[in-house]
């Protein structure tokens, strides 16, 4: 099956090349693309070095929309299964070949890579949120499973596979801004099948969370202004 | 006080602009309807744009010509001093247009991200076709 990788990135020329070297050696037959989301630094540079196709927005436009930019590609190259993973080396190459063979096999339409695990399961190296992270993770993740009436635990994630029907509608509407956790809702309310799967992740090895303690906050309550909207939302017909 | 409230409950609204701040008004709606024109002739302002300025423009001559209007206007709001009925419909009005730049404003946010895509993917293509071809920055 054809298969795509993308991986937004805005400013993360430290770890770019190691990323793409990863998937290359995880997804040896996907194509690999880079969506470059208006990096200042050699981001485009480095990972055209390493290999990749890179789509580089000409001005910072936000996560969502570097993410749909990648839907898009997949759409339109008529790739069979369209995969991401973040760009600062928290996601491991191999845990999204998983999701990807999900998709390949059919059992969803789409597949999120959550980072939550069963108690006692839990290694040394593996991802722990602070506080005001966990707070909004429990807030949304309360929110979007009663709105969708399905259990999620990781609705942040940025580690997801998705099949042509999930590129099709991503392609055509995706919020710029709360991207991950509004695209879960949508994706199950437009009656995709949505899974989640339990991967491994690493403490973020380069750059930061942009999120304050205030920006968090804003960011939460924004996103459930978004929700509350899409809970509303006409659902689309089925095309083509 | 029993009777500054009957006074209070049985009064007309009061007209009380004067000659003098009528022809001020009169002359500030000219001079902005003019202003609007010359914007559109010089290309700054988009005639789409352009209506609803005027129909403010219209609004403020209307306003200053018969000051009856602002007398009804002040009865059918229920509200006695003319100024502060004014004073609502403008802010109102001005809330209006603050509220329809904003739906504009974030449709062409939605253009310029679509746009930005766009020439992000063509880039992309661009790379696929002349792999070895160093790009220009």
Same mark, same amino acid.
């Given at each position: 099956?054809r298969?795509?990788?993308?991986? =937004?990135a805005?400013?993360?020329?430290r770890?770019?090349?190691?990323?793409?070297g990863?998937?290359?050696?995880?997804?040896?037959?996907?194509?690999v693309l880079?969506?470059?989301?208006?990096?200042t630094?050699?981001?485009?540079? #480095?990972?055209?070095?390493a *290999?990749?196709?890179?789509?580089s927005?000409p001005?910072?436009?936000?996560? !969502?929309?570097a993410?749909?930019t990648?839907?898009?590609?997949g759409?339109?190259?008529?790739?069979e299964?369209?995969?991401?993973?973040?760009?600062? !080396?928290?996601?491991?190459?191999?845990?999204?070949? #998983?999701?990807v063979?999900e998709?390949?096999?059919d059992?969803a339409d @789409?597949?999120i890579?959550?980072?939550?695990?069963e #108690? *006692?399961d839990?290694?040394?190296d593996?991802?722990?949120?602070?506080?005001s992270?966990?707070? *909004?993770?429990?807030?949304?993740?309360?929110?979007?499973?009663?709105s969708?009436?399905?259990?999620?635990?990781?609705?942040?994630?940025?580690?997801?596979?998705?099949?042509r029907?999930v590129m099709r509608?991503f392609?055509?509407?995706?919020s710029?801004e709360?991207?991950?956790?509004?695209?879960?809702?949508?994706?199950?309310?437009?009656? @995709?099948?949505?899974?989640e799967?339990?991967?491994? @992740?690493?403490?973020?090895?380069?750059?930061?969370?942009?999120?304050t =303690?205030?920006?968090?906050?804003?960011?939460?309550?924004?996103?459930m202004?978004?929700?509350?909207? *899409?809970?509303?939302?006409?659902?689309?017909?089925?095309?083509? | 006080?029993?009777?500054?409230?009957?006074? /209070?409950?049985g $009064?007309?609204?009061v007209?009380?602009?004067t000659a003098?701040s009528?022809?001020?008004a $009169?002359?500030l709606a000219?001079?902005f309807?003019?202003?609007?024109?010359e &914007?559109?002739r010089?290309?700054? &302002?988009?005639e789409?744009?352009?209506v609803?300025? +005027?129909? $403010?423009?219209i609004a403020?001559?209307?306003? /200053? /010509? +018969?000051?009856?209007?602002?007398?009804?206007?002040?009865? $059918?709001l229920?509200?006695?001093?003319?100024?502060?009925?004014? +004073?609502?419909?403008? +802010?109102v &009005? &001005?809330?209006?247009?603050?509220?329809s730049?904003s739906?504009?404003?974030?449709?062409q946010?939605?253009?310029?991200?679509r746009?930005?895509?766009?020439? /992000?993917l063509?880039?992309?293509?661009?790379q696929?076709?002349?792999?070895d071809?160093s790009?220009?920055?």
């Amino acid at each position: 099956m054809r298969t795509l990788v993308f991986i =937004p990135a805005w400013n993360e020329e430290r770890s770019i090349a190691d990323v793409i070297g990863d998937v290359r050696k995880a997804l040896p037959a996907a194509d690999v693309l880079v969506v470059d989301d208006g990096s200042t630094d050699a981001t485009a540079e #480095r990972a055209r070095a390493a *290999g990749a196709l890179v789509a580089s927005l000409p001005f910072n436009q936000g996560v !969502g929309a570097a993410q749909q930019t990648g839907y898009m590609h997949g759409l339109r190259g008529d790739y069979e299964v369209c995969a991401h993973l973040d760009a600062d !080396g928290q996601h491991i190459a191999g845990e999204l070949a #998983r999701l990807v063979a999900e998709i390949e096999a059919d059992r969803a339409d @789409m597949v999120i890579g959550s980072r939550y695990r069963e #108690r *006692g399961d839990a290694q040394d190296d593996d991802y722990r949120a602070n506080f005001s992270r966990r707070t *909004g993770q429990h807030l949304f993740r309360l929110v979007v499973s009663l709105s969708t009436r399905q259990r999620f635990t990781d609705t942040t994630s940025g580690m997801r596979a998705v099949n042509r029907k999930v590129m099709r509608l991503f392609s055509d509407s995706y919020s710029p801004e709360f991207a991950e956790v509004e695209s879960v809702q949508q994706a199950v309310l437009q009656g @995709m099948r949505v899974e989640e799967l339990q991967v491994r @992740m690493l403490e973020r090895a380069e750059g930061r969370s942009f999120l304050t =303690p205030l920006r968090s906050t804003y960011y939460i309550f924004k996103t459930m202004v978004v929700l509350l909207v *899409g809970q509303f939302r006409p659902r689309l017909k089925e095309g083509r | 006080m029993p009777a500054i409230l009957a006074a /209070a409950g049985g $009064a007309e609204p009061v007209v009380r602009l004067t000659a003098q701040s009528r022809i001020i008004a $009169a002359v500030l709606a000219i001079a902005f309807m003019l202003m609007i024109l010359e &914007l559109i002739r010089r290309h700054k &302002l988009h005639e789409r744009y352009s209506v609803i300025w +005027f129909v $403010a423009g219209i609004a403020m001559l209307a306003g /200053a /010509a +018969f000051p009856d209007l602002l007398r009804l206007l002040a009865e $059918a709001l229920g509200v006695r001093d003319v100024t502060i009925a004014l +004073f609502s419909l403008l +802010f109102v &009005l &001005l809330l209006g247009l603050a509220l329809s730049f904003s739906v504009i404003m974030s449709r062409q946010s939605a253009q310029i991200t679509r746009l930005a895509q766009e020439l /992000a993917l063509e880039r992309a293509r661009d790379q696929a076709e002349n792999p070895d071809s160093s790009r220009g920055e």
